[in-house]
């Protein structure tokens, strides 16, 4: 029998966190492809559905009266409410994950992520950064063509953001997708094989 | 400019230890083919060099004069005796590599890589295990006709340095060469996106 086999591992919890417009989302899909053993965690929301979401696919989707039930009841790991919906990690299914062995990613806000540390203090965070601010102000003006009072006050979110960056394990610069994408894969295998998930590893070695 | 010209880092030191016949000069040499940019750090040595040997390439060849003089000169990180030989790092090598940005591997004994930790706290250290005890007998069997008293002496510094496993950052069992070698590529790139050694880069970034 081999000590990876006798020792084996819980499944690693990464929080990936950034301002609005650095490119998580489109970052996810691609780890994801990339290594299909890593699953993102599908966040529950109480707004409505867009026509081509799928229940359980970009979303769990409920009601506004059951989604209050479940922060009642310790369902929701953590929760922020934005334009009027709320949006949460659901906790039962990160905690079956991590039981199973099975790596976990999420897209999370930066104090939706400090919640998540607290729970599993093995967790780890990520903070995407953009290449530049002028980047990020520059992504986030292609996108619409909201009033310049609304942009400004994305762009000082943004800004008050990236300060956090210093609360996070690793801190990666999103200057190309793949290369994004496989950093966080070479932390996931790092993160893997840090002593300190591994401990008694060498007690089981010495008795084969 | 990108933070990560902004913020050039300084080269990561890994130390890689792991008791006699596990593999970890070959680990190495296949480390380096895979990427030439990780510089394996050459140790000095009193003894004779072998008639393949060259100077520089293996080890630095030296007399026990100038190394004492060496460690009394603070010129050697750490440094062991063997056989009646000394072995060691030359301290500024591995200095001048870490200013300069470059990585740096050490296949280095237990104690020597807890003198590289005081002299570099941020170094990444790795413990490499063999798949079973009874594989590294194995492996010591074959290597030579030693007598079955200094084949215990061999197998008992073993066992006292797997108890070691605990004191190092990361630990991998040596299954693989290949796999041990793709392992400790992720566990460096991992390494140098880490927060703690980018710090302030949130700081450059919002100034652009």
Known sequence: ML?????????????LSGPSGVG??????????LCPAIRHSVSITTRSPRPEEKDGVQY??????????????????????????????????????VEKGEDTILDITVPGSLSVMQTFPDT??????????????????????????????????????????????????NENLDLTAGRILSIAEAEKHRYRRLKGIEEALLKH
């Open 60 to 97: 769990y989707f409920t009601d506004k009266k059951h989604f209050e039930e479940m922060i009642a009841a310790g369902d929701v790991l953590e929760y922020d409410e934005y334009c009027g919906n709320y949006y949460g990690t659901p906790r039962k299914p990160l905690i079956e994950a």
């Open 124 to 173: 780890v965070s990520i903070f995407l950064l953009p290449p530049s601010f002028s980047e990020l102000r520059r992504r986030l003006e292609s996108r619409g063509t909201e009033s310049p009072d609304i942009m400004q006050k994305r762009l000082d979110k943004a800004y008050n953001e990236i300060e956090m960056t210093k609360m996070f394990d690793y801190v990666l610069v």
């Open 24 to 33: 998580k989302g489109t970052v996810i899909s691609r780890l994801t492809e």
């Open 3 to 15: 000590p990876s086999e006798i020792h084996k591992i819980k499944g690693i919890v990464i929080t």
